[in-house]
């Protein structure tokens, strides 16, 4: 069984930075791409950038300049180093990912969320 875990969110105030790791575990023959999104209760999950599994990222509008995601393939791991937070990146962060087991079966999970909460 292939899984997603979520870690490094925390309690941070306005204008520090935070990095959230994405590791998938199990047996694993490659981790195709791999996105970040977040939400809050009641509100939509909103993508906020994703990483192909060359390495090409792609950012929400409303997060580029601030946000770097990056990936290390030799642990099947992916970033999300946030810098500048505002309030409003109080949110649970997930991760998503394609996963092709050593099996060769295709997966698609998702992580269980790490809370990141910006304090003015």
């Known amino acids: 069984q292939v899984q997603l875990v979520e870690s490094g969110g925390g309690l941070v105030q306005a204008g520090g930075s935070l990095r959230l790791s994405c590791a998938a575990s199990?047996?694993?023959?490659?981790?195709?791409?791999v996105g970040w999104y977040r939400q809050v209760p009641e509100k939509q999950r909103e993508w906020v950038a994703s990483?192909?599994?060359?390495?090409?990222?792609n950012y929400a509008d409303s997060v580029k300049g601030r946000f770097t995601i990056s990936r290390d393939n030799t642990k099947n791991a992916v970033y999300l180093q946030i810098n500048s937070l505002q309030s409003e990146d109080t949110d649970v962060y997930y991760c998503?990912?394609?996963?092709?087991?050593?099996?060769?079966?295709?997966?698609?999970?998702w992580g269980q969320g790490t809370q990141v909460t910006v304090s003015s």
């Open positions: 998503n990912a394609q996963i092709i087991s050593s099996e060769l079966i295709v997966y698609e999970r």
């Open positions: 199990g047996r694993i023959f490659r981790v195709n791409s």
């Open positions: 990483i192909t599994s060359g390495g090409t990222p």
